[in-house]
């Protein structure tokens, strides 16, 4: 499967922004989703997850109650809706596909569980 990330940009905080991630192939319904991000000078870190149903959803804690993963699978389509940004919010973020090998968060949060990965959408928040 292929993914295309988007959506990224410039904001102040406070504001919101969806990002999007557009997979290839018919068999999008079958992965576990999910976002990392990476900062500068960080290593990637685990941002959200969804369930391939999109039953089960899971976050750090970083970004609870502000951030919201959701997907269309009619759409092959996985999105990440922030509001409330914050500066640190500010890094590189990636989707990236799991073939459903995860059932735990402790698994999805490990970035080498997922097999694809897009190719990542820039978020910068000024403050």
């Known amino acids: 499967v292929q993914l295309q990330a988007s959506g990224g940009g410039l904001v102040q905080a406070g504001d919101s922004l969806r990002l999007s991630c557009a997979a290839s192939?018919?068999?999008?319904?079958?992965?576990?989703m999910g976002w990392f991000r990476q900062a500068p000078g960080k290593e990637r870190e685990f941002v959200a997850a969804i369930t391939r149903s999109g039953g089960m959803t899971y976050y750090t804690d970083s970004v609870k109650g502000r951030l919201t993963i959701s997907r269309d699978n009619a759409k092959n389509t996985v999105y990440l809706q922030m509001n409330n940004l914050k500066p640190e919010d500010t890094a590189v973020y990636y989707c990236?596909?799991?073939?459903?090998?995860?059932?735990?968060?402790?698994?999805?949060?490990?970035?080498?569980?997922?097999?694809?990965w897009g190719q990542g959408t820039q978020v910068t928040v000024s403050s």
């Open positions: 192939g018919r068999t999008y319904s079958t992965y576990n």
């Open positions: 990236a596909a799991d073939r459903g090998a995860c059932s735990t968060y402790g698994c999805y949060r490990r970035d080498r569980e997922y097999d694809y």
